[in-house]
């Protein structure tokens, strides 16, 4: 009687066993476990391009004072039309000459209650697109007292282009990989995806010094002597280089393994 009992109680465990497998996991292991993957492999390339911004904008600060607010406004509106005029007398077009930002500001003394002066300051905005136009501009601020280089931007007008150009590279080189491995393992790999990375451009430290040299280009009371940077500093005859910047591109791109090359 006992042996039957033993039994049956063996038969009772082993079938609960059997009628409810234990499955543990997220759904994408089960994913995984019902439906594995092919062979997979990753390649990796990247590629970089050194390329020069083709357009810059310099501001200009022009500062007028004056007894009377409107002898100040005279002033400074009377300075730019002639720093307009010497700018496009250069080879500037009028067009990428524009006023920008405008203040006035009362100057008083210690005790006095009435202004003793008004101060206009206007900025001017001059996109140019040559090195040698930067000349121009100096010269207007090195003759003006009144006028000071204020700082620089840089643009690319190109920029979508030389990203793309930097990612076809390094595509090129991950498809040179590709064959290689083929050849030399007798597979066949298929592109089944891809990964983008370390996309994006980057000054160079050749335009971080140049900027900080075209920043802190600004004239001084002084004189001319204390200029950081002169008309001459700049060689119209050499290429013209505004910021150096450096693109890249990295570029991951998923394989699976096929066996035997077709």
């Known amino acids: 009687m006992k042996k039957i009992i033993i039994i049956m109680l063996l038969a009772i465990t082993s079938s609960g066993v059997a009628a409810k ?17 092919d062979k997979i492999v990753s390649i990796y390339a990247e590629a970089e391009e050194k390329a ?10 022009i500062t007028t004072d004056d007894k009377k607010l409107s002898a100040s406004l005279s ?19 009028q067009d990428n000459i524009k006023s920008s930002k405008f203040s006035t500001s009362p100057q008083y003394g210690w005790f006095g209650k009435k202004p003793k002066s008004y101060k206009v300051v206007n900025r001017m905005a001059v996109s140019i697109t040559d090195e040698s136009q930067l000349q ?11 006028v000071e280089l204020s700082d620089t931007a840089f643009e690319h007008t190109k920029k979508d282009e030389l990203e793309d150009m930097v990612k076809e590279q390094a595509l090129a080189k991950v498809m ?4 290689f491995y083929e050849k030399s393992l007798g597979i066949k790999l298929v592109p089944v ?27 001084r009371s002084s004189s001319l002597q204390d200029i950081p940077m002169s008309i001459s500093a700049f060689d119209s005859s050499a290429e013209s280089s505004f910021d150096e910047v450096k693109y890249e591109a990295g570029i991951y791109v998923d394989f699976k393994i096929e066996n035997g090359a077709k």
């Open 52 to 61: 020069y911004s083709d357009k810059a904008i310099i501001s200009l600060v």
């Open 176 to 179: 040179k990989q590709k064959e």
């Open 136 to 146: 121009e501009i100096a010269a207007v601020a090195d003759s003006n007292d009144e």
């Open 193 to 219: 995806g891809f990964r983008k990375a370390n996309i994006g451009h980057r000054a160079t430290r050749g335009a971080m010094i140049l900027e900080e040299v075209v920043v802190t280009a600004r004239k």
């Open 21 to 37: 497998p234990e499955l543990k996991g997220n759904p994408e292991d089960l994913r995984q476990f019902l439906y594995p993957n």
């Open 75 to 93: 002033k400074n509106s009377k300075l730019r039309e002639s720093i307009t005029k010497q700018l496009v007398d250069s080879g500037i077009d």
